[in-house]
């Protein structure tokens, strides 16, 4: 399998990630996961998130 690739989208709302991610997903030479933060941050949960943001929200995408 080959090494993919990462690409962090950051914005505040309104900025265009979601028309970004869309433009990439409909390219034919190459395939794109998308993995968006709510997610993860749905994973942990607000009492967690709440102590320490980046702590629990880093452990949970590692272990992704």
């Known amino acids: 399998m080959e090494k993919g690739k990462i690409i962090y989208l950051n914005g505040v709302t309104s900025t265009g990630k979601t028309s970004i991610v869309e433009a990439l997903q409909a390219r034919d030479d190459y395939f794109f996961y998308v993995v968006a933060n709510d997610l993860f941050e749905e994973m942990v949960?607000?009492?967690?998130?709440?102590q320490n943001y980046w702590k629990y929200l880093s452990e949970v995408i590692i272990l992704m």
């Open 45 to 50: 949960g607000d009492k967690y998130l709440q």
